[in-house]
């Protein structure tokens, strides 16, 4: 089991939609984080929410927009994606991001395709 | 800037063998944590094991184990007894401020 849940598993959407990501942890922790990950690479980071303040964003295009509802909850808002954006994007929380991350704990991950 | 790096693109081993899979990181910091994470074909990115650099004791979870050599800067994953739900891709990453700083992955296949 999975303390950290995403909807939806697998999301397809043309380039002129809107659709939104979401993420849920139940561990307490006040640092969440967005991933993109293509197949058989690691990870790479998008977003960081700490305290649900975006602390980090790393360059993602505006076409990405994050939001931090509460301490439980992420969400990452799309619009006007490219056929390249298509990838498995995860959600991750870990106890804070001051003086290291410590245990990142995903979520299982979005699976999206763009038309 | 800091790098992990696992020279290992792709292993394969048959099942109940024991596996060794390399990781080797840069850093100047003394204090730091390390992490295996696996991600089976289901893509679920899983946490197998981590490391404190600051304890000499390697860490163990069940069949996995590291084995921690800080001066080295090296931090390798062993696996005892392979079962075929530990075929996977393996991820080694060391915590950096903010983020996490990912080695390029292990394919590790166990044949029946």
């Known amino acids: 089991d999975t303390e950290v849940t995403q909807t939806p598993k697998h999301l397809v959407m043309g380039m002129t939609n809107k659709k939104s990501l979401k993420c849920e942890q139940h561990m307490g922790h006040r640092a969440m984080y967005w991933y993109k990950q293509k197949a058989k690479k690691p990870p790479e980071l998008m977003f960081v929410?700490?305290?649900?303040?975006?602390?980090i964003n790393e360059s993602v295009p505006s076409r990405f927009s994050p939001e931090c509802p509460n301490s439980s909850l992420l969400n990452l808002h799309l619009h006007a994606l490219q056929p390249e954006d298509s990838a498995l994007y995860l959600c991750?929380?870990?106890?804070?991001?001051?003086?290291?991350?410590?245990?990142?704990?995903f979520g299982p991950g979005t699976r999206l395709l763009v038309l | 800037a800091q790098t992990v790096t696992q020279s290992q693109p792709e292993m394969s081993v048959q099942e109940a063998e024991t596996v060794t899979l390399s990781c080797t990181y840069d850093t100047s910091e003394n204090n730091y944590y390390l992490f295996w994470y696996k991600q089976p074909p289901s893509r679920q990115m899983i946490l197998v094991i981590r490391q404190e650099a600051y304890k000499q004791q390697n860490a163990t979870e069940n069949r996995f184990s590291v084995n921690f050599q800080k001066a080295a800067k090296s931090f390798s994953l062993k696996i005892s007894d392979s079962q075929l739900g530990d075929t996977a891709m393996y991820f080694c990453?060391?915590?950096?401020?903010?983020?996490?700083?990912w080695g390029a992955g292990t394919k590790l296949i166990i044949k029946p």
């Open positions: 991750a929380s870990s106890h804070q991001i001051s003086q290291g991350t410590g245990a990142q704990y």
């Open positions: 990453a060391k915590d950096s401020n903010y983020q996490l700083i």
């Open positions: 929410y700490s305290y649900e303040k975006l602390s």
